[in-house]
């Protein structure tokens, strides 16, 4: 939702956005012309505490994300809206103007750390030709509903065999096994860095990386954000449908490609989905190295 927020400077006297408190001085950087305030999600799966309900807010939905000092805070703004808002409004609207911006974002819309930045940078420099890039299989936050969209390591094992690039873990929470793995196989894991509470070394990481490949998570989402090319794995039919737009391209990032199975029947048998896929992603990576070498 932050690719909307470049199009509110000189809009407002003061422009005030809620966010997640791990990415306040990320926005901060990004954003100099909006105060944001932290706020913790609400999420029962991630925080496991249930939303406080405030009777005088009439937007259910609103009401369930303020805590008390927000709750102060909103009472002096003139205008209140979630960011969907205006992005469906220019769309519907202005779609010309919102093509143009979408346009000028494509590298990159949050800024990360430049002396982070440059330590990954220098991290990976030795890889020569070799593109460096990063892969996720599966969120930190699980459940029955989610899991189907999401990846073991084992599964991706067949495409890091295939293809000489230089490949990061920037999956959260490494299990013992897939530490193992990863060693195994030659997969970076960046050191000393917290996949799941530093935003800041997340999008500092991801800026330095040449490509991401994977499934939809918070790393995969701050690579988009930060200017990283995205490719995510469709596993289930609702992932192609909310994901996929005009010509594979991701409907949700600027710069993301969606691969999905090139036959629907395909979605039935894992093995032959993931077959199809990771061929799709072993051609696509081949092109991408020989474009990087032109």
Same mark, same amino acid.
């Given at each position: ?38 706020? $913790?999600?609400?999420? %029962? ?69 430049? %002396?982070?930045? /440059? ?7 030795? =890889?020569?030709? $070799? ?37 990061? =873990?920037?999956?959260?929470?490494? &299990?013992?096994?897939?530490? $193992? ?15 799941? #509470? #530093? ?17 939809? &998570? ?17 596993? %289930?039919? /609702? ?22 199975? $090139? #036959? ?11 077959? #199809? ?12 190295? &020989?474009?990087?070498?032109?």
């Amino acid at each position: 939702m932050a690719q909307v927020y470049g199009l509110l400077e000189d809009r407002a006297g003061e422009i005030v956005i809620s966010c997640e408190p791990r990415l306040e001085t990320l926005l901060a950087r990004s954003f100099p012309f909006v105060r944001f305030h932290p706020l $913790r999600r609400r999420w %029962t799966l991630l925080w496991q505490e249930r939303p406080i309900m405030h009777e005088e807010i009439a937007e259910r939905i609103l009401s369930g994300y303020l805590d008390a000092d927000y709750l102060v805070k909103l009472r002096d703004c003139d205008h209140v809206f979630f960011p969907e808002e205006i992005m469906g409004q220019m769309e519907l609207f202005q779609p010309g103007l919102w093509q143009s911006h979408l346009g000028r974002i494509r590298a990159g819309y949050l800024r990360p750390e430049p %002396t982070r930045h /440059a330590h990954w940078a220098a991290q990976f420099r030795g =890889s020569g030709e $070799r593109p460096v890039v990063g892969l996720l299989w599966r969120s930190a936050v699980q459940s029955h509903s989610r899991n189907p969209n999401y990846l073991s390591l084992e599964e991706m094992l067949p495409l890091i065999r295939e293809l000489p690039c230089t490949w990061v =873990s920037l999956q959260p929470q490494l &299990s013992p096994e897939e530490r $193992r793995l990863c060693e195994d196989h030659g997969i970076l894991i960046p050191a000393e860095l917290d996949l799941f #509470d #530093d935003m800041e070394g997340i999008a500092a990481c991801c800026a330095a990386l040449d490509l991401v490949v994977g499934i939809s &998570s918070l790393p995969f989402e701050l690579a988009a954000a930060v200017g990283c090319p995205v490719w995510m794995l469709a596993l %289930t039919p /609702a992932a192609q449908y909310k994901r996929q737009g005009t010509a594979g391209m991701d409907q949700l990032t600027v710069n993301g490609r969606v691969f999905a199975p $090139r #036959d629907l029947t395909l979605f039935a048998d894992r093995n032959a989905m993931l077959g #199809d896929l990771l061929e799709q992603i072993v051609g696509a990576l081949k092109a991408f190295r &020989s474009e990087r070498r032109r």
